[in-house]
């Protein structure tokens, strides 16, 4: 597990935006296509519907629309952005990234572009990576989006995996401010040895596409979901707690904690553990697991609902693939 050190320059985030595809697919619709019911997805999940993109749509249109709104919400034109990262999993193509797709529909033609894996994780883990980009004066402006079109990976088939999962994204823009704190300390970490709980084997150069890949659906996203229930619940509560404690800092201080938006039960096992309850913010019901995404999507609506304010502290902690996790803890700078 590896700690970020102090910044030479404080980066705050100064804009968000998202955007989540109009088409809305209920528990009673997913319940024509496989055998499920409302009743079944929403007791283990706390889903009630989830956006799904058209198919003309890609996961860097998602990610154009969710950049063009952080943007104008930080008041920053797209000639302004050094750094663009798109972190997803379901990335337009192999090559090139998704991010030089979404560079060039906004016009972000001076900054240099790339795509983060790291699952549900990687949006956190691309704050991270252009905080210090920016706090070491390498680059100045930096748009970090988080964008999914889930519905293209997932087996239609599968009521265990398809239920799970929606289409949309998230970004913000970060800058070096005169912020007391913006982006602090964070903590982040992976462990390989379980990527076979959550992962998609095959189309990759391990398993390349072939007859027999599709054939076995080995195309679509594979899950072990009690493994994956019990290790996303464990990393993300003992991410919280060390995160605190880097920043010397308790739950009390914490306004607001936003959890990637996995399953409420999760996201409550999490909160009654740690008895901040209260304090979790929740959107999975509308927008289901959004993967990379949901952080961002969830980030926005917490900020745009008023629930915080200037000086504010935020805690951001995600779990994915990988398996990756981690925390880190934002200083509201923007009302
Ligand atoms: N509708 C109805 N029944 C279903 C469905 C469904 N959609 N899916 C599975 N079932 C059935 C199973 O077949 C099984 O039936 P059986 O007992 O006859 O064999 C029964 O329900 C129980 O299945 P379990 O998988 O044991 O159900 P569980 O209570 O563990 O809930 C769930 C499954 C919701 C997936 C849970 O394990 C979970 O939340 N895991 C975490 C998943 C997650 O959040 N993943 C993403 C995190 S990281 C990231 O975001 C990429």
Same mark, same amino acid.
């Given at each position: 597990?590896?700690?970020?050190?102090?910044?030479?320059?404080?980066?705050?985030?100064?804009?968000?935006?998202?955007?989540?595809?109009?088409?809305?697919?209920?528990?009673?619709?997913?319940?024509?296509?496989?055998?499920?019911?409302?009743?079944?997805?929403?007791?283990?999940?706390?889903?009630?519907?989830?956006?799904?993109?058209?198919?003309?749509?890609?996961? +860097?249109?998602? %990610?154009? /629309?969710? =950049?063009?709104?952080?943007? #104008?919400?930080?008041? !920053?034109?797209?000639?302004? &952005?050094?750094?663009?990262?798109?972190?997803?999993?379901?990335?337009?193509?192999?090559?090139?990234?998704?991010?030089?797709?979404?560079?060039?529909?906004?016009?972000?033609?001076?900054?240099?572009?790339?795509?983060?894996?790291?699952?549900?994780?990687? +949006?956190?883990? %691309?704050? /991270?990576? =252009?905080?210090?980009?920016? #706090?070491?004066?390498? !680059?100045?402006?930096?748009? &970090?989006?988080?964008?999914?079109?889930?519905?293209?990976?997932?087996?239609?088939?599968?009521?265990?995996?398809?239920?799970?999962?929606?289409?949309?994204?998230?970004?913000?823009?970060?800058?070096?401010?005169?912020?007391?704190?913006?982006?602090?300390?964070?903590?982040?970490?992976?462990?390989?040895?379980?990527?076979?709980?959550?992962?998609?084997?095959?189309?990759?150069?391990?398993?390349?596409?072939?007859?027999?890949?599709?054939?076995?659906?080995?195309?679509?996203?594979?899950?072990?979901?009690?493994?994956?229930?019990?290790?996303?619940?464990?990393?993300?509560?003992?991410?919280?707690?060390?995160?605190?404690?880097?920043?010397?800092?308790?739950?009390?201080?914490?306004?607001?904690?936003?959890?990637?938006?996995?399953?409420?039960?999760?996201?409550?096992?999490?909160?009654?553990?740690?008895?901040?309850?209260?304090?979790?913010?929740?959107?999975?019901?509308?927008?289901?697991?959004?993967?990379?995404?949901?952080?961002?999507?969830?980030?926005?609506?917490?900020?745009?609902?008023?629930?915080?304010?200037?000086?504010?502290?935020?805690?951001?902690?995600?779990?994915?693939?990988?398996?990756?996790?981690?925390?880190?803890?934002?200083?509201?700078?923007?009302?």
């Amino acid at each position: 597990m590896t700690n970020s050190s102090n910044s030479l320059r404080t980066v705050s985030i100064i804009g968000t935006g998202r955007y989540l595809p109009e088409k809305v697919v209920t528990n009673d619709d997913l319940a024509k296509i496989v055998d499920t019911n409302d009743e079944w997805i929403y007791t283990r999940t706390g889903m009630r519907e989830r956006r799904i993109a058209r198919d003309d749509q890609a996961t +860097s249109d998602l %990610a154009t /629309e969710a =950049a063009r709104a952080a943007l #104008a919400d930080a008041g !920053v034109a797209a000639e302004e &952005v050094d750094l663009l990262i798109v972190a997803t999993l379901s990335p337009d193509m192999f090559f090139p990234s998704t991010a030089c797709f979404v560079q060039e529909q906004i016009g972000a033609n001076n900054a240099y572009c790339f795509d983060l894996g790291a699952a549900c994780s990687g +949006s956190l883990f %691309a704050i /991270e990576t =252009a905080k210090n980009q920016i #706090a070491c004066g390498a !680059v100045q402006t930096a748009l &970090v989006i988080g964008a999914e079109k889930m519905s293209t990976f997932i087996d239609w088939e599968d009521r265990s995996t398809c239920v799970l999962f929606g289409d949309g994204a998230g970004a913000v823009v970060l800058r070096a401010t005169g912020a007391e704190r913006g982006i602090m300390q964070g903590t982040y970490g992976s462990d390989g040895s379980l990527a076979d709980l959550l992962w998609t084997p095959g189309g990759g150069s391990r398993n390349p596409i072939s007859q027999a890949v599709i054939e076995q659906k080995q195309q679509f996203l594979k899950m072990e979901g009690r493994e994956v229930y019990k290790h996303a619940v464990k990393q993300m509560t003992q991410s919280t707690l060390k995160v605190l404690e880097m920043n010397e800092l308790t739950a009390d201080d914490i306004k607001c904690f936003v959890a990637h938006q996995a399953n409420a039960r999760i996201i409550s096992a999490i909160g009654s553990r740690l008895d901040v309850q209260d304090r979790m913010f929740m959107n999975v019901e509308k927008y289901a697991n959004t993967s990379a995404a949901a952080l961002l999507i969830a980030l926005d609506e917490v900020v745009k609902s008023g629930t915080v304010q200037q000086g504010d502290l935020v805690l951001l902690v995600a779990f994915g693939g990988g398996f990756t996790w981690g925390a880190n803890i934002v200083e509201w700078t923007k009302s």
